[in-house]
Each structure stands twice: as C-alpha cells, then as structure tokens.
Antibody, heavy 121, light 103 residues
C-alpha cells in the first residue's frame, strides 16, 4: 500500500532553516510528482510547490521562491523540503502529498501524516 | 491567479440530511477541480478529482459536479463520520474550506 512517512516535529528559532523529509513506499517513487502543502494552526491549506522525483525538476509557489528548496534521493525513495529564513508565521503543519498521475495534475491522492514546524524565539 | 470561493463557510446539519457545498472559481478551470475532506488532527483525504470522479475508497454518497467556474460537492445522506472540513482545489489554489458541523 502507498505510504508517505514524514519526519518528526521541529522547533526552530526565527532566521533558522528546517528540512522535512518524506519517505515513500508502496509505489514507484519516480513515477509521481510529490507536492508540499502547509497548514498554519486553525487555517486552510497552502500549496508550496512540487518536485518531479524522476528528473529532480521543481516548481515553487511565488510566495516561497528564494526561500524553499525541494530535493529528492531516489536511492532511498525520499523527498525533502527545506525552508530557510524562518519566521513566526511559518509555524504550520507541513504535508507531502503524491500527485495522482505521473505528469503533475495537482490532484493529491496520498498524503503524509504531517510535520509540525514551530518557529519561536 | 485563480481564486476559489467556497460557500457557505460553515454548515450545521443532522445525520441523514442531504448537503451541497459550493466552490466558485474566479475564472474557468475546465474540470480540473478536486475536493478533499479533512478531520481534526488528520491529513486531507482526496474525495473527488476531475470535478466528478470519485477517488479510490470514496463512498458513493459523495458526488461532485460542475465545470468552468461553478462546482458542487453533494453528500446524499450525511453519516456521522462526514462531519469535517471540505476543501476544493484547482492546481496550486485551495478554497478556504467549508466546515460541516453536527446540528
């Protein structure tokens, strides 16, 4: 069965960086784009970007351009999302989610359990 | 950038009732619209993709319709487990969500 398992909660100070991992299993890792979506406490869903695990190509939301980097390691079927220069309003649950098809149609059929990132001085 | 507006923000209903949630796009999005259900403390779950196709495991009481700018998610008879927040999504844009509460 398809599973996306994310790394554990993080507490960071403003200005620091965080790197969240997402380990995939149960399907061919390079066959589907992986997206990152975040959710601030009590708020809605916000799309951050995707990575094509096959090519390593990425597309980021304009809001995060210059601050986010998405990478992958195909040898261990794991994707990563690194967010730099953290601010208090980056406090959120960060999710990885699999694209339903292999060309990125943004319809996300499997989600990780989420990683809470808390930014606080 | 496309804006998705969901209405209403909150609905209070009883089990067994029929409910229709609305999602309106600021410009045509063809049929590439998805619906998700999210329960407290859980990740979202894909219910409907391409506006009207049920995802694997989605019960038949859920149906989606619409194209262009106006879309709806209908639950034919509410079960206790259906009380949650529902989001529509078109590519990189999510609606703000509709909260379905037990009356």
């Amino acid at each position: 069965q398809v599973q996306l398992v994310q790394s554990g909660a993080e507490v960071k100070k403003p200005g620091a960086s965080v790197k969240v991992s997402c380990k995939a299993s149960g399907y061919t890792f390079t066959g589907n784009y992986l997206h990152w979506v975040r959710q601030a406490p009590g708020q809605g869903l916000e799309w951050m970007g995707w990575i094509n695990p096959n090519s390593g190509g990425t597309d980021y939301a304009q809001k995060f351009q210059g601050r986010v980097t998405m990478t992958r390691d195909t040898s261990i079927s794991t994707a990563y999302m690194e967010l730099n220069r953290l601010r208090s309003d980056d406090t959120a649950v960060y999710y990885c989610a699999r694209d339903r098809v292999n060309y990125g149609d943004y319809q996300l059929d499997y989600w990780g359990q989420g990683t809470l990132v808390t930014v606080s001085s | 950038e496309i804006v998705l507006t969901q209405s209403p923000a909150t609905l209070s209903l009883s089990p067994g009732e029929r409910v229709t949630l609305s999602c309106r796009a600021s410009q045509s999005v063809s049929s590439y619209l998805a619906w998700y259900q999210q329960k407290p403390g859980q990740a979202p779950r894909l219910l409907i993709y391409e506006a009207s196709k049920r995802a694997t495991g989605t019960p038949a009481r859920f149906s989606g319709s619409g194209s262009g700018t106006d879309f709806t998610l209908t639950i034919s008879s509410l079960e206790p487990e259906d009380f949650a927040v529902y989001y529509c999504q078109q590519r990189s844009t999510f609606g703000q969500g509709t909260r379905l509460e037990i009356k």
